[in-house]
């Protein structure tokens, strides 16, 4: 028998243990110290009866016993056997991103016997959560002197333009045309894209909001930030958008277009940009809400949803947008003053008129 350790699966420590987590099945369990080092001897398919030959009797049946029961716990593969071809077909799908994206994705998508809960029991439960917890807010102020911007606009002529008309229109855009963005316009963006519905602008007692794009839960964990190097009545730099006030955050960071274009994955076009705007995710919002690990993915998707919007809002407005996620999220973290452990950078969509 030929065997080796299964590649569905990762080794970590915690509480003084070796936890075996098995993100394919959902299964973690501890395993012995003997066993973690006996998983080295097969890195790759192995024979058991050549590796053990060396030994003992009594050592080579203890190991023996080791071995066998790697293979039922599923921990060490055998060669040829229905888990070997399950495993194969794994790694030919997913085998070029490597393990971290299919662990994501195996470790949050859900098994048959998962359990859902209703309406009524997920409102009980954020009740009782309340209770102890406070929900995060919605909005965010970093504090310090703010920009107010202008009311955003009532009935703005960009919103004329019909649905259809600008769903075909929209296209990403990597070239811009020469001129610059007004800080009137720049604001009914912001507003549109990050700040409350004006149809329903309350927020819920667990910190659900309404906005113009779709979000998990009505949490909203999207921030949005500004780079302005084109914008005028408006300083260069990056700056935080308080949807709750309407307000610009200066950060006290201006990027030149090589900076801009470095942390864009050397995207020179990014750096051509008069407006760049920023997306990290609050990810508090949305665990606060949803405890498990595929929430994760609803953060991915509430970026979709306002890239979209943004998309269709510029496009109706005459402005070219192209959204990237080809990012140097370090450098963005920093400009940000974001925390990587609870507020992690997501994408950016690049403004600006369109060329002639």
Do not use: N
């Not at 859902?116 to 409102?123: G, M, P, R």
């Not at 700040?195 to 659900?208: D, E, F, L, Q, V």
């Amino acid at each position: 028998m030929r065997a080796k350790v299964a590649e569905h699966a990762t080794l970590f420590y915690q509480d003084g243990a070796v936890v075996w987590d098995d993100y394919l099945h959902h299964r973690r369990f501890a395993i012995s110290e003997t066993a973690e080092l006996l998983c080295r001897k097969f890195a790759e398919f192995t024979d058991v009866d050549e590796l053990l030959a060396p030994l003992a009797e009594d050592d080579r049946a203890a190991l023996r016993k080791v071995v066998d029961e790697l293979v039922e716990a599923g921990v060490l593969v055998v060669e040829g056997s229905p888990r070997h071809e399950r495993e194969r077909r794994l790694l030919a799908g997913w085998g070029d991103w490597g393990q971290a994206a299919r662990h994501f994705h195996f470790a949050s998508r859900t098994l048959v016997d998962a359990p859902f809960q209703d309406a009524d029991e997920h409102d009980a439960a954020l009740d009782a959560k309340l209770a102890v917890r406070p929900a995060p807010a919605p909005f965010r102020s970093l504090g310090g002197t703010a920009v107010l911007l202008p009311p955003p606009s009532e009935e703005p002529a960009w919103g004329d333009r019909g649905l259809r008309e600008v769903l075909l229109a929209r296209r990403t855009t990597r070239e811009f045309g020469p001129g610059r963005m007004s800080v009137t316009r720049m604001g009914d963006l912001l507003a549109v894209l990050a700040g409350p519905s004006p149809a329903r602008s309350r927020i819920g007692r667990s910190g659900t909001v309404f906005k113009t794009s779709p979000s998990g839960g009505g949490r909203h964990p999207v921030e949005l930030y500004a780079h302005a190097r084109g914008v005028d009545g408006l300083a260069p730099g990056w700056y935080h958008y308080d949807g709750l006030t309407h307000a610009l955050e200066p950060l006290g960071v201006a990027w030149e277009p090589a900076e801009m274009a470095r942390a864009a994955g050397d995207q020179e076009w990014v750096g051509r940009a008069p407006l760049v705007l920023a997306y990290t995710g609050v990810l508090e919002r949305t665990s606060w809400r949803y405890d498990t690990a595929r929430a994760y993915r609803v953060v991915q998707m509430d970026v979709g949803h306002l890239s979209q919007t943004a998309y269709l809002v510029a496009t109706a407005m005459g402005f070219g947008i192209g959204f990237t996620a080809a990012l140097r999220d370090e450098l963005l973290e920093q400009a940000l003053r974001c925390d990587a452990y609870h507020e992690v950078v997501l994408g950016m969509s690049a403004l600006g008129p369109l060329p002639e």
